[in-house]
């Protein structure tokens, strides 16, 4: 498969994650981060959030779910990936993944993707972040027939 095709299989991908007591317990014994930001609710509060802030970077873990597990294809690996976070996100949080078709480069087996991740509130979405992620076709993927 070359990163055309894939990119004409689909120039929409929408994913749902939801940040549960599992993933933040995963994330934060990865990272060993323990800022009482996100740890101790009466610090999140005297900040002005009602409840602990979730790490943000949890979402890029969610990207890296996406281009792994949620492409038709196996062969790829993220290059580069940037997220900017618009709003804090909270345990029990259902995030939805809109990730469109940004630009294509056969020369160089280079795919892009614009990202927003969105949540309900109130029964409107409301963005959290914003970014994007390219990925690369790995070698041989396209003779191997790949995805």
Do not use: W
């Amino acid at each position: 498969m070359t990163v055309s095709e894939l990119a004409e299989k689909k120039t929409e991908y929408r994913q749902v994650y939801r940040i549960t007591d599992g993933v933040y317990a995963a994330f934060q014994f990865c990272s060993r981060d323990y800022n009482p930001l996100h740890t101790d609710p009466a610090f999140a509060a005297s900040h002005g959030f009602g409840e602990c802030v979730m790490y943000g970077n949890i979402l890029n873990a969610f990207v890296s779910h996406f281009v792994g597990m949620a492409l038709p294809v196996r062969d790829v690996m993220i290059q580069k990936q940037e997220l900017a976070f618009h709003k804090p996100c909270f345990l029990g949080d259902e995030l939805t993944l809109c990730a469109h078709v940004d630009f294509v480069s056969e020369a160089v087996n280079v795919l892009a993707f614009k990202l927003r991740f969105t949540r309900n509130r109130d029964g409107k979405p409301e963005t959290v972040a914003k970014g994007s992620v390219q990925i690369g076709l790995l070698r041989g993927a396209e003779t191997e027939g790949g995805g």
